[in-house]
């Protein structure tokens, strides 16, 4: 992957972050089949587990994950993925996002999650998942809503951690200066 060109990951506070991505269709297919790669190899460059098309400029529900790429990479992209079952029990995982470098907090979320998709294919896919992989999946897909993991965090905790987040990024570009 290392010959794939890379893609500029958009920071908060880009406007297609907060954005509904539009469903992909049959005319996108050449897009997503050039986007899907370049957005896996941004994605493990960062490095993250997770990547949504809107988070580098693509208005697209197209998002790409590997939660397991330390151990032995299983690359996932899911065309048009959707949320159609979640568990009534919540579970609490530390998030980060590749739009707000070095900000973490602990976010709770369904602990399982059944989600539906197309591959590049075409081909109908569903799976049922928990863990980091549900957290992950549901991180993604709120990007394709224009929701970020911030707006899970109570008022007081989103705008300490939006504050740090813009203070750093003020610290960075005068120091670039």
């Known amino acids: 992957m290392t010959d794939i060109p890379l893609l500029p990951v958009l920071l908060h506070p880009a406007p297609i972050l907060r954005a509904k991505a539009r469903p992909v269709a049959e005319g996108d297919a050449d897009r997503v089949r050039e986007l899907a790669p370049r957005m896996l190899a941004t994605m493990y460059k960062a490095p993250g ?11 697209l529900r197209l998002i790409v994950l590997d939660v397991e790429h330390e ?8 065309v048009n993925p959707e949320i159609v079952a979640v568990s009534d029990e919540h579970a609490i995982r530390e998030e980060g996002c ?16 059944k989600v539906r998709w197309r591959e590049l294919d075409g081909t109908r896919r569903e799976m049922e998942a928990d863990g980091l992989l549900a957290t992950c999946l549901q991180h993604e897909i709120d990007h394709l809503d224009g929701v970020m993991f911030t707006d899970h965090l109570s008022p007081l905790k989103r705008n300490m951690l939006l504050k ?3 203070k750093e990024q003020k610290l960075k570009s005068r120091e670039a200066m």
């Not at 151990?71 to 899911?78: A, D, N, Q, R, T």
């Open 49 to 59: 587990i997770g990547l949504a098309a809107p988070q580098v400029g693509e208005g």
């Open 98 to 113: 590749l739009s707000l470098p070095g900000q973490y907090a602990d976010v709770e979320r369904p602990a399982r999650v």
């Open 164 to 166: 740090k987040f813009l």
């Open 71 to 78: 151990e032995s990479p299983k690359p996932m992209v899911l």
